[in-house]
């Protein structure tokens, strides 16, 4: 059978990263994957995690199977982080979660329950989006319909485009929609277009998906969740894929979350027993071990107060690596202006160059990037900003 198959095309993103390895440049700099990277260009375990590393092997708890749903005690520090420590849906039985093996594992249950539990067929996503995004909805049997998101022209978000788009769905469709850090552009919604969001849920009727996977790395662990949060104070059903790789550090962990809002608590009980359902048949129990990491930080005052410090050191590097690029690119004479890069969020970045000038960093520089353009900004190094500037102006004339 298997000789019948044909060779499947390399993962845009993933793909990138082994040509980077298989590349003998000396200098090359790998600005496509998405992993956070200090000034060293490694990607360091944070002190509070192996704090919490020491705290869970000293406890050295029995390896029998977690419930279907996952740690307790993990679903509700979650909640705390989505909701806040004093909203009643943290703990009232209205919001459940499910412990997932990464943000990925929670968006491809979400399609899964989406399809089979509540009979859902389609799903909008934005233009552009992660780009995995669609296959794994298409895996989960749902038909992928994009909205618009991105203009190019003005290098920010086009909201009007974007109400226009998501006219087109109603009930009985599921949208998502991306927390903070929108992942390829770093361009995010103002708080007053999130209002006017959650307002148009709440009139179309639409279910609202929110891909979380960047708590922290926008304004900060609590202003992030603000849009979650706008939504639930509509009283809107919701579906929340929380993913800790980025600000743990804890990638190859695949620690994730998948939390289900109802609106009273009949409603959450039977959303729960079908979720069960759909965990079971996919990878059954969650992991322990991450998850486990993550409760202790967010359960220890201390710890928890240490991590909030350091997604906070995170931001503020990922914040001045887009300044000294701009600031850079400026000084080497370019006359496109790349100021717009100062103002997205997150890891990441359309650095407003095109496909063949992409191809042209990689070809003449040794620096990889996304053919889309997108380029992760944590990535950059104040040792190599020169470098990467003199590249892209190189390509740009």
Known sequence: ??????????????????????DPNPNKINLGVGVYQGEDGKTATLASVRKAEALVLEQAAPKTYLPIEGSPDYGKNVRTLLFGAQDARVSDGRAITAQSPGGTGALRVAADFARGKLGLKRIFVSDPTWANHQQIFQAGGLEVVTYPYYDPATK???????????????KGDLVLLHACCHNPSGVDPSRAQWEILAETAKEQGFLTLFDFAYQGFGDGIEADAAPVREFAARDLELIISSSFSKNFGLYNERVGALTLLANDLDASNKALSQLRVTVRSNYSNPSAY????????????????????????????????????????????????????????????????????????????????????RINVAGLRESSIDRVTTAIADVVR
């Open 156 to 170: 920010g978000l086009a909201f009007d485009k974007l109400l226009a788009g998501l006219a087109q769905a109603g």
């Open 290 to 373: 991450g998850a486990a990491v993550v409760n202790t930080v967010l359960a220890n005052p201390e710890l928890n107060a240490q991590w909030h410090n350091e997604v906070d050191a995170m931001r503020d590097r990922i914040a001045k690596m887009r300044k000294l690029l701009v600031q850079g690119l400026k000084a080497k004479g370019v006359k496109q202006d790349f100021s717009f890069i100062e103002h997205q969020k997150g890891m990441f970045s359309f650095a407003g160059i095109t496909p063949e000038q992409v191809d042209q960093l990689r070809e003449k520089h040794g620096i990889y990037a996304v053919r889309s353009g």
């Open 1 to 22: 059978m298997f000789e019948t198959l044909q060779l499947a095309p390399p993962d845009p993103i993933l793909g990138l990263t082994d040509a980077f390895k298989k």
